[in-house]
């Protein structure tokens, strides 16, 4: 077995619904980064789109519409 599989094979199935998976080939787990010991991570958390925080609202509304020019 190479090196590649014995990485692959410390990440779960259900890594990639958890809030820690980055989708990153380096990094995927922010909390165990070289991957779980065992069968199941006591750390999952069901990833949830809610659970972002809201986006800042750089430009107001009222300042994004278009000026009429008088005619």
Do not use: N, W
Request: with cysteine.
């Amino acid at each position: 077995m190479s090196e590649v599989d014995s990485e692959v094979d410390r990440f779960l199935p259900e890594c990639r619904l958890c809030q820690f998976y980055s989708c990153d080939i380096h990094l995927r787990c922010a909390v165990h980064p070289s991957g779980v010991e065992s069968d199941q991570c006591l750390d999952f958390t069901p990833y949830k789109p809610s659970s972002l925080p809201p986006a800042i609202e750089v430009y107001p509304p009222e300042k994004l519409k278009r000026h009429k020019k008088s005619a």
